[in-house]
């Protein structure tokens, strides 16, 4: 970036990624233009600020994306043939070469998308949970300039991560910053090591002067946060390439993140739904892609059972778990609970399936110690879980 070019400021400056564009702009003599406060109207903001650095989190891009790839499809005659062999003939160059200018396709069609910014954004980066590798290559194409992912935490100072600008493979967070050095933790309960083929896995570890002390009155969290060496525990699972660069691929901690950034812990939403009558076990998801999370619910056999001879309902315990009487019931009640226990919304999932096969130690699906296997979960209700996701989104269609 050039001394007088532009950011922009929306994000809050509760966020340790929004303090750390602040200090860069300020060190680099850059001009901070701050959004009305409505993000409603930051589309508008950008017209009239023209940033030349347009810094956001995965939630917005995909906004942006759906807002293009809605405006390409609606497109027309001529219109629409044009935009298609547009992108068409971008994405081929792309995939390619990695170049996202064209000398004609730019002019003609990308320039009334990059007008959507300002039209003068020369530089993107995304950070706080992980983008999709179509959303981010469509908004390169659209926006016809590099856009970079990065990763950090609070207690790293935001950014330890960040993407080469001229690196056009997508889908990793780069390498590590000069100021820090990253380990792999190997985490054999999860089946993450050193040792994996063909790239090495494990809960990364960072050490360096912008990784945090320890948390403020709490000698006890922090006790946790560090192992014996001192290197900082982040939770967050990586894989490294033979270049370097990181992969976030899964957390080792009992919590996810979703795409707004918001973090959710599922085992206190699980004990939760656990206290309605309806629901003997539940397994709670989360997916750093989606904007929301599903559960997998197995009932309590005993209480549907009496429902079902009480109103007359024929079949076995299996059969009823497909009854959309019985789900409307279950959900009521347990969202009359998650309101007493006052959950947020993006703590309530949007979708459920009924199961009703108890999870055990002997489908593997719980320890001995009888805590819920998440990574083995993941893997065997995959099915299950993308079809819940695919109602989410449906609905979320509907409702646009």
């Not at 390169?140 to 935490?153: D, H, Q, R, T």
């Not at 950014?159 to 889908?171: A, K, L, P, Q, W």
Request: glycine share 8%; proline share 5%; with cysteine.
């Amino acid at each position: 970036m050039n001394p007088g070019e532009t950011l922009i400021s929306y994000l809050p400056y509760t966020h340790s990624f929004e303090q750390s564009l602040f200090g860069f702009a300020i060190i680099n003599r850059l001009k901070i233009g701050f959004y009305t406060g409505d993000p409603a109207r930051l589309v508008e903001d950008c017209q009239k600020l023209q940033p030349n650095f347009f810094p956001s989190v995965p939630r917005l891009y995909n906004r942006i994306y759906a807002k293009l790839k809605a405006g390409l499809d609606a497109a027309t005659g001529c219109k629409r043939w044009l935009a298609t062999r547009a992108v068409d003939a971008k994405v081929a160059n792309y995939n390619a070469t990695g170049a996202i200018t064209h000398g004609c396709w730019d002019t003609l069609v990308f320039k009334k998308m990059s007008a959507l910014l300002g039209g003068q954004v020369r530089y993107m980066v995304t950070g706080s949970a992980p983008i999709d590798k179509t959303v981010i290559d469509f908004l390169k194409i659209c926006f016809s300039c590099p856009i970079v992912e990065g990763y950090g935490l609070t207690e790293s100072a935001a950014g330890t991560c960040i993407m080469d600008v001229e690196d056009s493979v997508t889908g990793h967070v780069g390498g590590p910053i000069e100021a820090v050095k990253f380990r792999l933790k190997d985490l054999p309960e999860m089946s993450y090591t050193s040792a994996d083929k063909p790239y090495p896995r494990g809960e990364i570890c960072m050490t360096g002067p912008s990784i945090f002390k320890g948390y403020y009155k709490r000698p006890d969290k922090t006790a946790e946060a560090f192992d014996e060496e001192g290197w900082f525990l982040t939770g967050d699972v990586g894989m490294v390439y033979p270049n370097g660069s990181i992969k976030i691929i899964d957390r080792s901690k009992n919590i996810f993140k979703l795409s707004q950034g918001e973090y959710i812990a599922p085992e206190k939403i699980e004990q939760i739904m656990g206290l309605s009558q309806w629901i003997a076990q539940v397994f709670l998801y989360g997916d750093s892609f989606q904007n929301a999370c599903v559960a997998l619910v197995v009932p309590e056999e005993e209480t549907v059972m009496k429902w079902a001879k009480a109103n007359g309902k024929d079949g076995d315990f299996a059969s009823l778990c497909e009854n959309d009487e019985l789900k409307k019931i279950i959900k009521e009640d347990w969202m009359k609970i998650a309101v007493e226990k006052k959950l947020s919304s993006l703590e309530k999932p949007k979708e459920f399936m009924l199961w009703s096969e108890l999870f055990s130690i002997e489908n593997n699906l719980i320890t001995s110690t009888f805590k819920l296997k998440r990574n083995v979960a993941k893997t065997v209700f995959k099915p299950q879980i993308d079809a819940m996701y695919q109602v989410v989104q449906a609905a979320e269609a509907n409702r646009a």
